[in-house]
T-cell receptor
Framework: ETGVTQSPTHLIKTRGQQVTLRCSSQ?????VSWYQQALGQGPQFIFQ???????GRGNFPPRFSGLQFPNYSSELNVNALELDDSALYLC??????????????FGPGTRLTVL | LAKTTQPISMDSYEGQEVNITCSHN???????ITWYQQFPSQGPRFIIQ???TKVTNEVASLFIPADRKSSTLSLPRVSLSDTAVYYC????????????FGKGTTLSVSS
């Protein structure tokens, strides 16, 4: 069973640029969630994708967008980068409809630094 | 969504039992209590989940009193490798639901 993988591991961008982060979900999982974790804080929910549709969104502006592909992998896109976007971006996969069990499996994250 | 309150940090020594308490006064009837563990530079990892009374697995125990307004994560005989941040989450137990994290409790285990 393959776990959740994310790429790249680290990324450095400058303010105003755009970035795309990628996530491959765990085998058999059909739901992908993205979280932003600033230094010293807990992860904050950005949005979730299920069957290639956005299925919930946290308090993040529209310049944070995403995609989910037929193989359930996902991308997080951030436009017009700001210094405060510097954080660890985590992807988590789960299996919707699995039943009364909400365990999400997290990848190692992508460390984004905005200069 | 119910808010949670837990200590910012805790210190322990190897071999001791560690109990981390989380307060969730506004927990709803359909909410479950879930604990995640996060090591530096890694994503969080599910530890244990419960609704009421006591749950035990190979890693930890979770104690939930009858009023469910708090819960206690118990780690038996901690080791240095248990040094991590522990998050208490409260929410509906439905696959795919967004997880709402607080700041967590940083546990430091010393030899």
């Amino acid at each position: 069973e393959t776990g959740v993988t994310q790429s790249p591991t680290h990324l450095i961008k400058t303010r105003g640029q755009q970035v795309t982060l990628r996530c491959s979900s765990q085998s058999g999982h059909n739901t992908v969630s993205w979280y932003q974790q600033a230094l010293g804080q807990g992860p904050q929910f950005i949005f979730q994708y299920y069957r290639e549709e956005e299925n919930g969104r946290g308090n993040f502006p529209p310049r944070f967008s995403g995609l989910q592909f037929p193989n359930y992998s996902s991308e997080l896109n951030v436009n017009a980068l700001e210094l405060d976007d510097s954080a660890l971006y985590l992807c988590a996969s789960s299996l919707a409809g699995q039943g009364p069990y909400n365990e999400q499996f997290f990848g190692p994250g992508t460390r984004l630094t905005v200069l | 969504l119910a808010k949670t309150t837990q200590p910012i940090s805790m210190d322990s020594y190897e071999g001791q039992e560690v109990n981390i308490t989380c307060s969730h006064n506004n927990i709803a009837t359909n909410d479950y209590i879930t604990w995640y563990q996060q090591f530096p530079s890694q994503g969080p990892r599910f530890i244990i989940q419960g609704y009421k009374t006591k749950v035990t697995n190979e890693v930890a125990s979770l104690f939930i009193p009858a009023d469910r307004k708090s819960s206690t994560l118990s780690l038996p005989r901690v080791s240095l490798s248990d040094t991590a941040v522990y998050y208490c989450l409260v929410g509906v137990n439905q696959a795919g639901t967004a997880l709402i994290f607080g700041k967590g409790t940083t546990l430091s285990v010393s030899s």
